[in-house]
């Protein structure tokens, strides 16, 4: 049994993610992680759950039981969390948040000392060491752990983003704070940075994070800049690690469009390093194109931002990014941020002098169908084991080699198989992403 996904550990609260499980990985933690350390340092956060606080205090309390010092931060994005890891020498950083998820789930996501999400190994090592039921040694009273309060470290994060902006007040902006983490910070970095700022689900309850909101649920922020006549506009996640655009005529500027101006940006800056980006095997074949007419490379990894960082790390590479909006700008952050993105966005648009509408004048796409097949554990892992499974889905990709490309995986971060079918012909894709989502049900579920 797994426990880790692609983005840390993740499940429904009080059912998979319960505060004994906090305990035992608090053991793990110090064990795997930290046994090197006579008093380690951790720096927490989380985002807007109604569970995320008894999370952190669960966790902070069994670490500080062991002897580590926790300093929590409170409600802030997940890249913040990663950066002051580093900058302020922690030797754990620990982000308490289900990210996209609905309130029901919750999650944790760990970082080492440089920021860096943890390795397969370490994921492996902490897992083992759960399911042994092994446990450490309680610090003496004199030497338990401290947990303090850091709620400082929000405004030195909204300065140090600030600090990147090249920007004038030209624009009237909207935000959809997607009633998770960025309600702290946005704000105030936005409102620097606007002729006129208007935002929307900026209240969270527990309960509302994500909610028909944020950047997997555009709608309404889509019909805010209709109703506003606003310039451009910003969606986050949950935990602030991602970025959706909208332009001034309701279009959806996705995470690849938003790739492709930050890379012409940063190519025309001289911050490109080896004119080269990291992206996923899910990015359009249009943005590869774009890319590789304005001569810039591109490097292919995995589904998931841990392995587009993986990628820039291995390669030196200084950007890399999703479709879904996490954008990566190595050289001043080592994890995804929704802020950051967005002000990169307006910086590149006044030095390249290009209208906002334009962005997705940039290149076109390939028409791109997906689907999504509820499936539990045990079918995602059938779907990597069938041999006769994966072996059709080879011909299905074959047979598309020309014209466009197929990718069927299991998400690591909820209970689905994402089928995605890309061709120059939209009607084909569209019945082949159908034919192949029939093919695996009723393989997985031994459908007549």
Known sequence: MRLFGTDGIRGIVSKTLTCELMYKLSHAIKKILLEKHDKPKI?????????????????????????????????CTTPLISHFTMIKC?????????????FEYNGVKIFN?????????????????????????????????????????????????LS?????????????????????????????????????????????????CGATSLSGLQELVLKEKLDIAFAFDGD???????????????GDYIIGVIALYLKKIGLLKYKKIAVTAQSNKGLIDYLHKEEIDVVYTDVGDKYVYEA??????????????????????????????????LNALEFLEIAIDQILNLFSKYPQKTVNIKASEEEKNKLKKSEYIQEKLKRYGEVFSKTGRILVRASGTENLIRVMVEDVDEENAQKTVNEIKNFIEKELRNRK
């Open 43 to 75: 720096l927490m956060g989380n985002d807007t759950r109604n569970s995320s606080k008894m999370l952190v205090y669960a966790l902070a309390s069994a670490l500080a039981s062991l002897g580590c010092d926790c300093d929590l931060v409170g409600v």
């Open 90 to 102: 922690y030797n754990i950083g620990i982000m308490i948040s289900a990210s996209h998820n609905l």
């Open 113 to 161: 000392e440089n920021g860096e999400k943890l390795s397969l190994s370490q994921e492996e090592n902490i897992e083992k060491y759960i399911f042994s039921n092994n446990r450490e040694d309680l610090a003496i009273v004199s030497s338990l752990g401290e947990i303090n309060d850091k709620l400082e470290y929000i405004e030195e994060y909204i300065d140090y983003l």
């Open 164 to 212: 990147k902006s090249t920007t004038i007040k030209r624009y009237k902006i909207g935000l959809d704070l997607a009633n998770g983490s960025t309600v702290t910070s946005a704000k105030k970095i936005f409102k620097k940075l606007s002729k006129e700022l208007i935002i929307i689900n900026d209240k969270p309850n527990g309960k509302n994070i994500n909610q028909s």
């Open 240 to 254: 602030g690690d991602r970025l959706i655009a909208i332009d001034s005529k309701g279009n959806v500027i996705d």
């Open 312 to 345: 820039l790390k291995e390669n030196d590479l200084s950007l890399g990014g999703e479709q879904s909006g996490h954008i990566i700008i190595k050289n001043i952050l080592n994890s995804g941020c929704g802020e950051l993105s967005a002000i990169i966005i």
